[in-house]
């Protein structure tokens, strides 16, 4: 029940994250109130997300 409560979580906050990301000022805010909100395992996880998902290898937005 844990686990399940916490992936929710996780989900939630990709979600949202991927609502606010046509703003790059909301999208920066949103994903540091996520970072706090989810345990270490978690914002690992998302960390990776994000960096997959908005940022390129050499630390550039990708829609640049």
Known sequence: RYIDLHMKQLQYSKK???K???DR?????EYKKAMKLLS???AIALKLWYESKFVNV???WLND
């Open 40 to 42: 270490k395992d978690e």
């Open 16 to 18: 949202i994250l991927e």
């Open 25 to 29: 000022e909301l999208l920066s805010k």
């Open 58 to 60: 050499t630390g550039k």
């Open 20 to 22: 606010v990301s046509f």
